[in-house]
């Protein structure tokens, strides 16, 4: 089941990209939308420039280049080279073929390889490629210097910004989105069988009505039971998900979940209570609060206050117990 959400987010991405820059776009307007987006990607409009700019050929563009560098990834790529034999095989329609061939190396070219698109580094290659062919001689030190923030397209006198970063925005929120929903399912899974097991099998029940959206009232009626029974559960949950199950598996989504999480929740006390429990905090409780807050890890907590995993661990089960118990109030 993750691995098929997973490829259908994808697919549903892939399918976004078709129809709102190729999909029904003449062949010559659908091409120049590709080197429009894979051109607004900052990182690989800087590189282009600098290479042109210090290339015995100045008077070449930016869009050549990248043109050539999208050329040479369809001549030689075996992934873009598999996808061209599937569309064949899915359609005999021309004008779609090009349609779904332009969608699928924009999604290809926007895919993130160590915090950089996956296009840069094929420009990278082919710069390589073209230095050891004579066409040009470019300190790599001088790759990355900035020439120019625009470019002029030959059948406009207005400058066109090519600092748009929209494409690999939609991607990365795409992936990221993708990322959560598998991780989200796969603890979702092994939370409930551990409260069904361990705890309660209506505390699983809840749990997975709760993360539907339901209302504490709505779960009270959906299970038939009183509504102080529900709340009981909501706490017996969170004490379990923090103190028990999260610790070992992922504390911060399942504290999400229950938004009771330090980060983005403030362990679910309002401005008044958190202050209250901040000024309670030891100096070195708050510098655990601190570095919990800033993703720092249990092992590098423990390393910093000269302390044992498990002693941080317990003093976070305090903590947060101490935040229930504030919260219930």
């Known amino acids: 089941p993750t691995q098929l959400s997973i490829a259908t987010g994808a697919i549903d991405f ?3 990209i ?3 820059r190729y999909l029904g776009v003449p062949p010559e307007k659908a091409y120049r939308n590709l080197i429009g987006r894979l051109g607004g990607l900052v990182v690989l409009r800087q590189k282009i420039l600098a290479w042109v700019s210090l290339s015995r050929d100045r008077q070449r563009t930016a869009v050549e280049v990248l043109q050539e560098v999208i050329q040479e990834m369809l001549n030689s790529d075996r992934y873009l080279q598999q996808q061209v034999a599937w569309i064949a095989e899915c359609t005999s329609d021309r004008r779609l073929r090009n349609s779904l061939l332009l969608a699928s190396v924009e999604e290809y070219c926007l895919r993130p390889i160590r915090n950089q698109p996956l296009l840069v580094y094929r420009f990278v290659n082919y710069l390589r490629r073209s230095q050891r062919g004579g066409l040009t001689q470019v300190p790599a030190g001088d790759w990355v210097r900035l020439v120019s923030e625009q470019v002029l397209p030959d059948d406009t006198d207005e400058p066109l910004s090519l600092l748009d970063e929209q494409a690999m925005s939609e991607y990365q929120e795409n ?8 991780q989200r399912q796969t603890v979702q899974q092994e939370f409930e069988n551990y409260l069904a097991t361990e705890v309660d099998p209506l505390a699983s029940q809840w749990l997975r009505l ?5 209302s504490q009232e709505a779960i009270a009626e959906a299970l038939n039971v009183p509504i102080k029974q529900i709340y009981r559960l909501r706490e ?4 379990h998900a923090i103190r028990v199950f999260a610790v070992k598996q992922a504390p911060e989504l399942v504290a999400s979940w229950l938004e009771t999480s330090l980060q983005e929740h403030s362990l679910g006390l309002t401005p008044s209570q958190w202050e209250q429990y901040w000024q309670n905090l030891t100096p070195v409780q708050r510098q655990l609060i601190d570095s919990l807050k800033a993703g720092k890890s249990v092992e590098t907590i423990a390393s910093e206050l000269k302390l044992k995993t498990n002693q941080v661990i317990g003093e976070w089960s305090k903590l947060y117990l101490a935040a229930q118990s504030l919260r219930n109030q």
Do not use: F, H
């Not at 709760?210 to 339901?214: A, D, I, V």
């Open 210 to 214: 709760y993360l539907q959206g339901r």
């Open 14 to 16: 892939l399918y976004r």
């Open 18 to 20: 078709l129809l709102s």
């Open 175 to 182: 992936q990221a989105w993708e990322d959560r929903q598998a």
């Open 236 to 239: 017996k949950v969170s004490y």
